[in-house]
């Protein structure tokens, strides 16, 4: 026996050496390199990065090819900030399809952009902030640029969002107007205790509330970000129980196909879904990356990145309405939607002001005050009164 | 022929398959030669088709492998759990007890040294990943007994038995994500927390040490199949139960053990896919490896150093068409039909290594 393992052991100890020696073999080369990018990139804490070296990496939870949704709203920031900085289609590296809820094909995504020399690294979907953390740790000369999360290290790894809110307190006023049965569905990617999904619908629901105090909000949890059949199954439902405007927080559009079908209205999201469903889709609350990833860019190329988190709203252009369905609208929609817009930007309302009530009987902020941003991204975890979760 | 066909007047099929005699190592290289080329001319119409260059894409596929220090890491990452649960399969295999159920035994293997790494992670770095190694193969290997002692006491199918498991491993790791191991600081996002650094596997040369314990499986599976009383009897028992019942041995013993070691090897690729890559439990960490892993196992012919090949040629093809994805923005899809096209090739050929196809004769068989 102990022969025996002496075999085992001294066969696995040729084997493993021989195997790594050809490994090493190739792998001088390219540290050299490394070494030499280091050396001319160490002069200041994020130094400016020449516009011709620069190389976007973007880690993509769908395909930018589906033409619609979250997916499509952020690859055109990337080609709106392609656009406006002049860069190059070879500076773009785009990792589509990549599971944020596996680490490992979120890494892999990542590193193979490092591989291609990328500089400045956009993940979009919350479930790869945990790895990009991790990641930025490892390689400090990356910037790695996390949207939607809530973790950041104040130099190479922050976090973008945005007051989307206020875009869907406006669709909300949309919907209010629309509704004849008074239900208004909501298709809801995770449930309460997600602030970004619950702050919306709560924003939606007080729009909703603005100018229909009757009406009710229905709302259907998914519990994945991009799920086309659950989110179907989800406005079928909310059909089902008599909802006739659908809104939505999910990444497809199949909420709005699903309203359309039933000759139902909606409310899209990310992207104008007007697109995908012209008959049904009333407005959508949507997203301008470019906003944000053009400002990014921008700051690596003049040197000026700070590693600040990005949290922009209607003012940064960043969310905002897509054009009203003018054919479908409600009279008065227009002039309705032309008011909230003004009082948000001109300051005198910011959507989660004085005491609000939520569904459970209780009551949320102080008379004169708003909540402030570390609620509204992280603290919202009550639905508003008109909310009712099926 | 056999009797029925004679007594009974059945028409024979226009073809049937036939399990045709050696061929020659000469002839099988042909044929894997013609197969290869075949699946290239194939996936490069496919490419033509959808407007780029084919050589300049199969370029890229190598290249995308191999081209940098970080492109080899990777690939071999890939490897890595590919290597090891078709290592894990092939003892299953060779005794004919059909476990499709590597997914399941990887997965458990996940869960159970996750929870000394969630919740032991103060213990001594080298302590905790032993005991993660150990509670893995213990996870694995419970997994793969199911099936086998079903199967040795109620002669159950192992296919559906092995296949089903895996869908209840995987929602145990829903279970577990959405209730008693759910991160707390995660706001509602249904996640597990990630590992300390403390329960993380340690890197060599860039690379989780996996591909060490994976390259030393193949050595030491290789010597348990051909050089060992156990390996023996596990051929025996896969050629012919009747056989080895009547040479005195356990057949019962033989299919639990084997099944213990089968699913503890794919066990330990799931302590390795977690603690090694994944860095958390996450539901994707079995990801399709388990059934790739058959593929594997059978393109390399049981054999493990086959295997080791097979796998890294595998890999290749994995991490290249990732890096050709992005370079010519080719959706994710076109490059898994260039892979399937490639695929649907090579095992075709292995096939016709196998078996032919016979015409039927005028004149009734002969």
């Known amino acids: ?275 995908d469903a012209p008959k049904a889709t009333l407005t959508s609350a949507v997203w301008d990356w470019s906003q944000y990833y053009t400002w990014a860019v921008e700051n690596l190329i003049n040197g000026t990145w700070t590693g600040e988190n990005y949290y922009g709203g209607m003012e940064e252009k960043l969310v905002g309405i897509s054009p009203l369905n003018e054919s ?63 | 022929m056999n009797k029925s066909q004679e007594n009974i007047k059945v028409r024979e099929p226009l073809v049937r398959t036939v399990k045709r005699a050696e061929r020659s190592n000469l002839d099988i290289i042909k044929l894997r030669i013609i197969a290869f080329i075949l699946a290239l001319v194939a996936g490069g119409l496919f490419i033509l088709l959808i407007g780029f ?67 032991y992670s103060d213990l001594p770095h080298i302590v905790l990943i032993i005991i993660m190694f150990i509670s893995g193969f213990i996870g694995g290997g419970l997994w793969g007994l199911i099936p086998a002692y079903f199967k040795s006491k109620f002669n159950t199918n192992e296919t559906l038995l092995t296949l089903m498991l895996n869908y209840i491993a995987l929602h145990v790791i829903s279970f577990l994500r959405d209730g008693p191991w759910k991160d707390p600081g995660s706001s509602g996002f249904p996640k597990i927390a990630r590992f300390e650094a403390n329960a993380q596997l340690d890197k060599i040369l860039g690379v989780q040490f996996g591909w060490i314990v994976g390259l030393i499986l193949v050595v030491v599976v290789f010597i348990y199949m051909v050089y060992t009383k156990h390996g023996y009897e596990i051929s025996v028992v896969g050629e012919s139960q009747a056989t080895s019942r009547y040479a005195g041995m356990n057949v019962k013993k033989i299919i639990l053990r084997t099944m213990i070691l089968s699913g503890g090897i794919c066990g330990i690729t799931g302590v390795i896919q977690s603690a090694g890559s994944d860095m958390t439990l996450a539901a994707s960490v079995a990801g399709g490896v388990g059934f790739t892993a058959i593929i594997v196992a059978w393109l390399a012919n049981l054999n493990p150093f086959g295997i080791l090949m097979v796998s890294f040629l595998f890999s290749v093809l994995e991490k290249g068409s990732s890096v050709m994805q992005s370079t010519y923005g080719l959706s994710t899809y076109s490059a898994s039909v260039l892979q399937g096209i490639i695929l649907f090739f090579i095992l075709g050929c292995e096939f016709f290594i196998r078996y032919k196809f016979v015409l039927r004769h005028k004149g009734g068989n002969k």
Request: glycine share 10%.
């Open chain 1, 1 to 275: 026996m102990k022969k025996f393992l002496s075999l085992i052991l001294a066969l696995s100890l040729v084997f493993s050496l021989t195997a790594c020696s050809p490994k090493q073999d190739t792998k001088q080369e390219p540290a050299k390199e490394e070494t030499t990018k280091e050396e001319t990139s160490t002069q200041g804490k994020m130094p400016a990065v020449a516009k011709e070296d620069i190389k976007v990496g973007v880690i993509h939870i769908g395909n930018p090819a589906d033409g619609s949704g979250y997916t499509y709203a952020h690859d055109q920031g990337i080609v709106g900030m392609q656009k406006a900085l002049g860069l190059d289609d070879s500076q773009i590296i785009r990792k589509n399809n990549v599971n944020d809820t596996d680490p490992t094909a979120t890494e892999t995504a990542i590193l193979e952009c490092i591989e291609e020399g990328a500089n400045i690294i956009f993940g979009t979907s919350w479930g790869y902030m945990d790895t990009m953390e991790a990641l930025a740790a490892e390689y400090p000369d990356v910037i790695f640029s996390h949207g939607s999360g809530y973790k950041s290290n104040g130099t190479n790894f922050n976090n973008y969002f945005g007051r989307i809110y206020q875009a869907r307190y406006i669709s909300g006023i949309v919907a209010g107007l629309k509704t004849e049965s008074n239900l208004i569905g909501y298709v809801a990617a995770m449930g309460q205790e997600n602030s970004e999904v619950t702050g919306g619908i709560n924003a939606f629901a007080m729009g909703v509330n603005s100018v229909n105090p009757d009406a009710k909000v229905f709302v259907k949890v998914t519990n994945s970000w991009f799920s086309p059949e659950e989110e179907t199954n989800a406005a079928k439902a909310l059909l089902a129980e008599g909802c006739d405007v659908i809104a939505q927080h999910c990444d497809t559009p199949n909420p709005q196909l699903e309203a359309e079908k039933s000759g139902a209205f909606g409310i899209g999201y990310n992207s104008d879904m007007s697109k």
């Open chain 1, 328 to 390: 479908i609208i409600a009279e008065g929609t227009k002039e309705a939607v032309q008011d909230a817009e003004k009082r948000i930007l001109d300051g005198s309302f910011n959507v989660f002001d004085g005491v609000i009530e939520t569904n459970d009987g209780k009551t949320v902020g102080e008379e004169g005050k708003t909540l402030d941003d570390a609620t509204i991204t992280g603290g919202i975890n009550w639905y508003f009164k008109t909310v009712t979760v099926k």
């Open chain 2, 53 to 119: 260059n084919p050589f300049e894409l199969y370029l890229t596929i190598v290249s995308g492998a191999f081209r940098s220090k970080m492109a080899i890491q990777a690939t071999v990452k890939f490897m890595i759990p590919l290597l090891m649960a078709s290592l894990g399969i092939t003892l299953a295999f060779k005794m004919k007890f059909w476990n499709i159920g590597a997914e399941g035994q990887i997965i458990m293997g996940a869960v159970f040294s996750s929870y000394f790494a969630l919740f």
